[in-house]
């Protein structure tokens, strides 16, 4: 691929790496591509970042053709810059863009765009434990009609976020809402593919849990409302008696690369994993008669979320005495090493950029 660079006349000032939070923050230049109904891929760039011009009538605007990607840059103790299974996203992005009736760049193309980016941006990405640089890809469809059917000209972007450590004072179990009435997706809609669509319907869940005291939501499955699907933007394990059990991909739930990896690592250090429906009639079950030892989520973001608490309908279930649980802990620690290049990379899931 033919990347144009276009340089800015001036650079900003970089955040005060302790102060970052999560995506406040954005870095001189982006990546663009367009795709042109009967061209393909054209244009590539690097080019300052900067408002993308389009008009009131672009299809995204009205009927939500996007799809997005979310990974990371990590600075080695060494200066090395590793990316983490960056093929595992294009590869999600080409199914989410499928589902939408919207093409998808080649993988290689793909790591190769992300690769150039990061590397023009290599001093945004902040070196103080836990901080990364966040690589956000996305791609929206702009031609201007307002018919519903798949559109033709999209336009690919990505933009970088230094971002600061998830777990500012330490990591920490938090309280979870178990949704009932509002579902996130079924089975046949989106729910696998990473398309803004499905968070525009979460919001709702998400503001009353938090109104309530809550940091997030449990979403049970679309159909039944019974059976645990995800946690918040992330994946969900439970670590019930002698098997970590978590929801089988197939359909409503977003295949995360932090689920994958945990659960190969899961799988070498010889637990058992159950990719299996988990109800929540079970699951309070558990809590409440001892067999539930831990609960996690899972997402780039922050890697490894433990779960304090768990509250459905009227009643609640303390995991763990709200500490985080030793195999949480010990999955946190292990995967992070890899990420940031601290311990042997026995997976080969890090790709260095150069
Ligand atoms: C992105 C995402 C995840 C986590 O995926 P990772 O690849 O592990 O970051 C989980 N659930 C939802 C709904 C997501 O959008």
């Not at 870095?27 to 393909?40: H, L, N, P, S, W």
């Not at 159950?274 to 831990?294: T, V, Y």
């Not at 009643?315 to 292990?334: A, R, S």
Request: aromatic residues 12%; glycine residues 8%.
């Amino acid at each position: 691929m033919k990347i144009e660079m276009i340089e800015a006349k001036q650079l900003k000032q970089k955040p005060n790496w302790n102060e970052l939070g999560f995506g406040k923050y954005f870095t001189d230049y982006m990546f663009t591509i367009d795709y042109i109904d009967k061209q393909g891929w054209v244009n590539a760039k690097i080019e300052p970042y900067a408002p993308i011009p389009f008009e009131p009538s672009a299809i995204v605007l009205h009927y939500a053709l996007e799809t997005f990607e979310g990974l990371k840059a990590y600075k080695t103790k060494d200066g090395r810059i590793l990316l983490f299974r960056p093929e595992m996203n294009a590869r999600r992005m080409q199914n989410s863009n499928f589902r939408l009736c919207m093409p998808s760049l080649p993988e290689e193309d793909f790591i190769e765009a992300i690769s150039k980016l990061v590397s023009v941006e290599k001093d945004w990405i902040p070196t103080l434990p836990g901080t990364s640089l966040y690589i956000r890809p996305f791609m929206f469809a702009y031609e201007n009609h307002l018919g519903v059917h798949p559109a033709h000209n999209f336009k690919f972007v990505i933009i970088l976020s230094p971002v600061g450590n998830y777990y500012k004072n330490g990591m920490s179990p938090v309280k979870i809402y178990v949704e009932e009435e509002y579902v996130r997706a079924v089975k046949g809609g989106t729910g696998f593919a990473k398309c803004g669509g499905n968070y525009a319907c979460s919001v709702i869940a998400q503001d009353k849990a938090e109104k309530m005291g809550y940091t997030q939501v449990l979403w049970l499955d679309g159909q039944y409302h019974k059976y645990v699907e995800e946690v918040g933007t992330m994946n969900v394990m439970f670590y019930i008696g002698d098997e970590i059990v978590t929801c089988p991909c197939e359909g409503s739930v977003l295949p995360g690369v932090t689920r994958d990896s945990v659960i190969q690592i899961l799988k070498k250090w010889g637990y058992k994993v159950s990719e299996r429906l988990l109800s929540i009639d079970e699951l309070m079950e558990a809590g409440h008669n001892g067999q539930l030892k831990e609960a996690f989520g899972t997402g780039t973001a922050a890697v490894i979320s433990p779960i304090g608490v768990l509250t459905y309908r009227n009643d609640t279930v303390v995991v763990n005495q709200e500490k985080i649980g030793p195999l949480t802990q010990k999955l946190f620690d292990y995967l992070t090493g890899i990420q940031w290049g601290q311990i042997e990379d026995e997976f080969h899931w890090t790709r260095e950029v150069k």
